[in-house]
């Protein structure tokens, strides 16, 4: 049966409410924890119940977690599944129920409330977790050839070298052969056609120094779905970019480039990496973070830099993305009040880094291909620092996005000597700013001081007299 993502995002939180779940609404994309930039799992807002560092509330939940892996930017558009900004569907239980409760509830999640048909389904466990190989082939009736064990690996799960750890269990989705990736392609093969839906973690273990495992007194369970993943089976399309979640995006983006989705795969690829990346920048900026040289800042400029190239790749110039943004609040807008309450934020930021970007991608792009064209002229394979270094500085090419476009004709970039270019102009940086005496952040500001000096502030003794203002 047909249903839309938002409606499969409510069943499984009434799912799991009915189960005596607390359901929170989704946390921030950036994490109380400092150890991690985004929020990458559903699990990390509750990552201190886990380390038993704190006591929760309730002993068990559900959310749909708003996630950003940013190892994940170069598969989106490359396989069906991937993307930068995603929803993680994910029930917890901390100390309430465990393993056969969460594997037999999730099946019935999947077959019953979803509709799912079970016999495309495949299991896949951690070798000695005969446990749950009893609860999936006895309990639930998963027959054995569809249950594949797996070792450390793969079906092992751990925060850290001691501490809570454990087994997990994964279930997997057989699209066709369709989707195979090649002769090689078998159950449990990492591509589209095996594709993984969901990850049932039991923490049940200690690991002590001495490498053991000691049984936990409070044994937990940590789960995540994606939300596209299991959209796009459910409306029977060949990746989540053509599920609702993405599709009106998707055609929006098509249309103003005036090509047709399926023509060719360049301009898919392009379409799908607009389409995920500026969810991922509204999401980001509604959460709090601006454009910056580091940290969660500088992902979204990667980002949005990222997309803004591609969309040069078919033809997009001017401000598109920001043109994408009310197709974006109207698809999330109601799940997520954050974006339509920071709208006019969102607007703002992804117009003026889209306006600053666009002003000089081109002009970079000339330079790089020259510099690339020599390269090849002399037989090197390498684009210096310097270059890369200018690029950044003068053009605003974040060294992934030069990284990129050189690995495509076939370069590499020399990412030491950017670094030391980059660690050179730190150091000149801090010898004016001394001079400079600033206390204004951000780069923006620092751009502006460069090109047009300090202007002393004459209020004090003066409210309007031209002549003064320098
Ligand atoms: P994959 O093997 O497909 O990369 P994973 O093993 O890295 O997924 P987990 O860390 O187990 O993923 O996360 C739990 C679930 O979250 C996955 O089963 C999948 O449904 C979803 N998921 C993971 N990464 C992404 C992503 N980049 N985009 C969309 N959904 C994702
Ligand atoms: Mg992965
Ligand atoms: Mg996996
Ligand atoms: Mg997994």
């Known amino acids: 049966k047909w249903r839309s993502g938002r409606e499969i995002r409510q069943l499984?939180?009434?799912?799991?409410?009915?189960?005596?779940?607390?359901?929170?609404?989704?946390?921030?994309?950036?994490?109380?924890?400092p150890t991690l930039l985004f929020t990458i799992a559903g699990m990390v807002p509750f990552k201190k119940y886990y380390l038993g560092i704190a006591e929760p509330d309730f002993p068990s939940a559900v959310t749909s977690q708003k996630c950003v892996r940013t190892n994940d930017i170069d598969n989106v558009g490359r396989t069906a599944r991937h993307h930068t900004f995603f929803e993680m569907l994910g029930n917890f239980s901390w100390g309430g129920y465990f393993k056969r409760e969460s594997i037999t509830w999730g099946w019935e999640f999947l077959t019953d409330v979803i509709g799912l048909d079970g016999d495309r389904m495949y299991v896949t466990i951690y070798?000695?977790?005969?446990?749950?190989?009893?609860?999936?082939?006895?309990?639930?009736?998963?027959?054995?050839?569809?249950?594949?064990?797996?070792?450390?690996?793969?079906?092992?799960?751990?925060?850290?070298p001691t501490g809570p750890c454990g087994p997990d269990s994964e279930i997997l989705y057989d699209q066709g052969p369709s989707f195979s990736c090649g002769p090689d392609c078998a159950p449990g093969c990492d591509c589209d056609r095996y594709l993984e839906i969901w990850n049932h973690v039991f923490t049940q273990y200690d690991r002590q120094d001495d490498g053991s495992l000691v049984p936990l007194p409070r044994k937990n369970i940590d789960t995540g779905m994606g939300l596209e993943r299991l959209t796009s089976l459910v409306q029977g399309v060949a990746n989540d970019f053509e599920t609702d979640l993405f599709k009106p995006i998707m055609d929006q983006v098509c249309s103003m480039a005036g090509i047709s989705y399926g023509a060719t795969p360049q301009g898919d690829m392009a379409a799908k990496v607009i389409s995920d990346h500026i969810r991922a920048v509204a999401f980001m900026i509604a959460d709090g973070i601006l454009p910056a040289n580091d940290g969660q800042g500088y992902v979204l400029r990667r980002l949005l830099r990222r997309a803004a190239r591609y969309g040069r790749l078919i033809g997009l110039k001017g401000a598109f993305l920001t043109d994408l943004l009310p197709k974006v609040l109207e698809i999330m807008g109601d799940p997520y009040r954050e974006l339509k309450d920071s709208r006019l934020t969102i607007e703002q930021v992804v117009s003026v880094e889209e306006k600053r970007f666009g002003r000089t991608?081109?002009?970079?792009?000339?330079?790089?291909?020259?510099?690339i064209e020599a390269l090849a002229a002399e037989g090197e394979a390498t684009l210096s620092g310097v270059v890369a270094f200018e690029l950044y500085d003068t053009y605003g090419y974040p060294l992934e996005l030069t990284m990129e476009i050189c690995q495509e004709k076939g370069f590499v970039v020399d990412e030491e000597g950017f670094r030391g270019e980059m660690e050179a102009q730190r150091q000149r940086a801090r010898a004016s700013s001394k001079q400079a005496?600033?206390?204004?952040?951000?780069?923006?500001?620092?751009?502006?001081?460069?090109?047009?000096?300090?202007?002393?502030?004459?209020?004090?003794?003066?409210?309007?007299?031209?002549?003064?203002?320098?």
Not at 18 to 33: I, M, N, Q, R
Not at 439 to 467: I, R
């Open 127 to 160: 070798n000695d977790d005969q446990e749950a190989f009893d609860i999936w082939h006895k309990e639930v009736g998963v027959p054995e050839d569809h249950i594949l064990r797996f070792g450390e690996e793969e079906n092992f799960w751990f925060m850290g």
């Open 12 to 33: 499984f939180i009434d799912f799991w409410v009915s189960k005596g779940a607390h359901h929170y609404d989704s946390f921030s994309l950036v994490p109380e924890d």
């Open 437 to 470: 005496n600033s206390v204004m952040t951000g780069d923006l500001y620092t751009e502006l001081l460069a090109s047009h000096g300090p202007t002393p502030f004459v209020g004090y003794s003066s409210l309007c007299c031209e002549s003064e203002i320098t």
């Open 361 to 371: 991608l081109e002009q970079g792009s000339d330079l790089l291909h020259s510099e």
